[in-house]
């Protein structure tokens, strides 16, 4: 059952906030221990064919060339808000965003969406085991800031054995002082796990859990991923490819009330 959350923030002007979390309290639990936790159908296939359409729009605007070679292969696509108004809705999504609320704080910010899309006829389509957040020095220093994102994957295809499903090492977003495999690597580690879902689900993972996209095989179809993540607001984190000039999203920045401006990763009151 979805549950409230009441915060308080300490020295602030702020009032108190009530959240609803739209999770169980085991799947909280799930993704602060375990490091992921999915939602099956999580939009509708009518909601999961109008992501799919969208991205497919963006891909053709853009024009990109399918990469092909070792790793990281097929196309990605750059902040995807600013693009299309279906991902633009996402702004505002609520199990993802209250999640994020959940164990990062209620002050959130959404970072820019990308997709992905990988090709069954096409080499180098699976990604190799990789964290998102590469920043942890060893020693940690007392008051070093832990890279703590949420990813939000969300599958506008099926995702099995023969397009490539997703792999993860339950529980490893904790190993933050483990020397990671020299990538790129691609083979089994202990303890992984095969996530395999249907379009319209989401698994939502720490951005530091180890990870990785299996192959896709010529017997499999075209798989299209979107990443949505979510940091706490105040904190800057390095973003892939240019925000568009008057993109979609350029509304959201005039006169945002104080949820937008966190949201947009601009909060008020730190100093
Ligand atoms: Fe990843």
Redesign the pocket.
């Known amino acids: 059952m979805p549950f409230t959350l009441n915060y308080h923030i300490h020295h602030h002007f702020l009032p108190d906030r009530s959240y609803e979390i739209q999770a169980t309290e085991a799947e909280v639990n799930m993704l602060v221990e375990q490091g992921y936790v999915i939602y099956e159908r999580l939009f509708s296939p009518e909601q999961t064919a109008r992501l799919r359409e969208a991205l497919d729009s963006v891909a053709e605007e853009e024009g990109h060339e399918i990469r092909s070679g070792k790793n990281w292969g097929g196309i990605f696509l750059r902040h995807l808000m600013d693009k299309h108004p279906a991902f633009l809705e996402l702004f505002r999504f609520e199990p993802g965003l209250s999640l994020a609320r959940a164990v990062l704080g209620p002050q959130v910010q959404v970072l820019p969406m990308t997709g992905r899309i990988a090709y069954p006829d096409t080499e180098g389509q699976a990604?190799p085991w990789?964290?998102?957040q590469r920043v942890v020095p060893s020693p940690t220093p007392a008051f070093f800031s832990m890279p703590h994102v949420l990813?939000c994957?969300i599958y506008l295809d099926d995702v099995d054995d023969a397009s490539g499903p997703l792999c993860v090492v339950p529980g490893s977003h904790k190993r933050i002082h483990e020397e990671f495999p020299t990538s790129p690597y691609h083979e089994n580690l202990p303890d992984q796990v095969i996530v395999r879902v249907p379009a319209g689900s989401c698994v939502v993972?720490h951005?530091n859990l180890y990870?990785?996209?299996l192959p896709t095989t010529p017997q499999g179809k075209t798989r299209r991923l979107l990443?949505l993540p979510y940091a706490a607001s105040w904190v800057k984190l390095p973003t892939f490819g240019e925000r568009p000039e008057k993109g979609l999203m350029e509304p959201l920045y005039e006169n945002p009330d104080q949820e937008t401006r966190e949201m947009l990763g601009m909060p008020e009151g730190l100093y």
């Open positions: 990604t990789h964290i998102h990813d994957l993972i951005g990870h990785r996209g990443i």
